[in-house]
């Protein structure tokens, strides 16, 4: 007999508890590996695709800011250009102005280092043509020059016409000792000269007339008399006026 | 000559003996128990695993997915039963190999065991799936006339499956047994080879007409619906 029926028993018995040793060795165990593996490279791929989405979200939002970066800063160069542009402008004219300020300030002192130049040269003409004259008339005629300057004074008067002489006595005739007429000169007169234009006065006005002597630095050498807005003047400021014509031409060129 | 290790005795009480069918049986639910407790003692749940691991995932897949593609929906549920006879069929058959070795699946008795198991399996799962109601209306489909035929051919085709895999072994068994005596050393091994070749095949066929046997029970009346695609969403 090729069934033993005993045989079939066992092993149909045999089948079954292989059966369940291989599920409780063999199926689930591996089952539970694949499982677990699964869910492990699932759960990887989620965290993949998450940093993924995160690394994109990144890089569009650093792309934006790059963006926005370089276009602030290029709106920032072109602020500061302009800016450098306007301030060197800025700078350019306060340095144009800082300049004819300073040019204008040294005009300025160049005209009034002129003005003193002129000044002192007048002056030094004035007394160097003095002391000339003085020595030299010392000199020459052994006459002082205050006396010479009174003569020519003296001379001007009688050498007025009649008109003119007429109204210049009423002037002197209205004179008095509280108001007397003003005789002014450079200088002190000594007392001959001041004797002799006293006579003059008198004789022209044909009355005693009170005078006074006064003496005037910047009459430049001559002799001045005023009286009730008339006026009788000698002064060698016009012998001087050519020279300070000269003098002002070259003090011109050299400021120029 | 021994037809099959049912003759070869070690032990006898009465009913009772202990036979080389027996013998050979529990060496190989030794072999298969132990080697499985050995790899999945240190199981890997990350990408890097031991080769015996990677050869066990690819079986017990391998064999999964072979069960959903017959047809049966829940692969995991059928695993134990399906897999275990594809693996002591094939087991079984490899160890051919071995001199000396007689396998179990030589014996009839082993092979009416199975087909039995597959027998009691078929309504255990129809009914277990369908109830008791739905799993006894499929012998009376698709007419009620054919409630005789549809018996015949559940006890006919559990006696082919045990015939079948037991010709198949007890036949290579012997024609190697026969060429030993007969002719040089070179045709059985090349029969050996071609007998290992056979025995997988058996075992493939053996536990695929189980499924089959299962899925055509567990299945529901009726054509079956035909699958609408589903739009993806993502």
């Known amino acids: 007999m090729l069934i033993d029926w005993f045989t079939v028993g066992a092993q149909a018995g045999n089948f079954l508890i292989l059966v369940w040793l291989l599920k409780r060795f063999l199926y689930k165990p591996i089952l539970a590996a694949v499982d677990t593996r699964e869910k492990r490279i699932a759960a990887a791929i989620a965290d993949a695709e998450a940093g993924k989405s995160l690394a994109q979200k990144e890089r569009d939002e650093f792309r934006n800011k790059n963006e926005a970066f370089a276009a602030e800063r290029a709106a920032l160069f072109a602020r500061a250009g302009e800016e450098a542009k306007a301030e060197g402008a800025r700078l350019l004219a306060e340095a144009r102005g800082a300049a004819d300020a300073l040019s204008a300030k040294r005009g300025e002192t160049l005209k009034r280092d002129a003005a003193n130049l002129h000044q002192a040269i007048v002056r030094r003409t004035r007394q160097e043509v003095f002391a000339v004259a003085r020595k030299a008339l010392a000199d020459l005629a052994a006459v002082g020059l205050e006396e010479r300057m009174a003569e020519v004074f003296i001379r001007r008067l009688g050498e007025m016409d009649g008109a003119s002489k007429s109204v210049f006595a009423e002037g002197l005739r209205s004179a008095s000792v509280a108001t007397p007429v003003l005789v002014r000169s450079a200088f002190d007169l000594p007392a001959a000269p001041r004797a002799a234009i006293q006579q003059a006065v008198n004789g022209a006005s044909a009355a005693e007339i009170p005078l006074r002597f006064e003496a005037a630095p910047d009459l430049v050498g001559g002799i001045e008399l005023t009286a009730n807005g008339q006026k009788v003047a000698w002064s060698i400021s016009e012998y001087l006026a050519s020279l300070e014509k000269s003098i002002v031409e070259v003090s011109d060129g050299a400021v120029a | ?234």
């Open chain 2, 1 to 234: 000559m021994r037809l099959s290790s049912d003759e070869l005795v070690f032990w006898r009480h009465g009913f009772i003996k202990v036979n080389g069918t027996l013998v050979y049986t529990w060496a190989l639910m030794l072999v298969l128990a132990v080697g499985s407790k050995l790899v999945t003692r240190k199981l890997s749940a990350h990408q890097e695993r031991s080769r015996w691991q990677n050869l066990l995932e690819m079986i017990v897949i391998a064999i999964g997915k072979q069960i959903e593609e017959i047809g049966l929906r829940d692969a995991g549920k059928y695993l134990g039963f399906l897999g275990t006879l594809f693996l002591f069929i094939a087991a079984a058959n490899l160890g051919t190999v071995i001199p000396g070795y007689e396998p179990p699946t030589g014996s009839l008795s082993t092979t009416a065991a199975l087909a039995l198991c597959v027998f009691i399996a078929v309504p255990f799962y129809g009914i277990a799936d369908r109830g008791l109601g739905g799993y006894l209306k499929s012998y009376l489909e698709p007419t009620p006339i054919m409630l005789p035929l549809n018996i015949i051919s559940e006890l006919s085709r559990t006696l082919a499956m045990a015939v079948r895999l037991f010709g198949n072994m007890m036949s290579g068994t012997m024609i190697i047994a026969i060429l030993l005596t007969i002719t040089p050393f070179l045709f059985p091994i090349v029969m050996t080879a071609l007998g290992l070749l056979t025995g997988m095949v058996q075992a493939y066929i053996f536990s695929i007409l189980s499924a089959v046997y299962i899925a055509a029970a567990t299945r529901p009346a009726g054509p079956e619906p035909i699958p609408t695609p589903i739009p993806r969403t993502d």
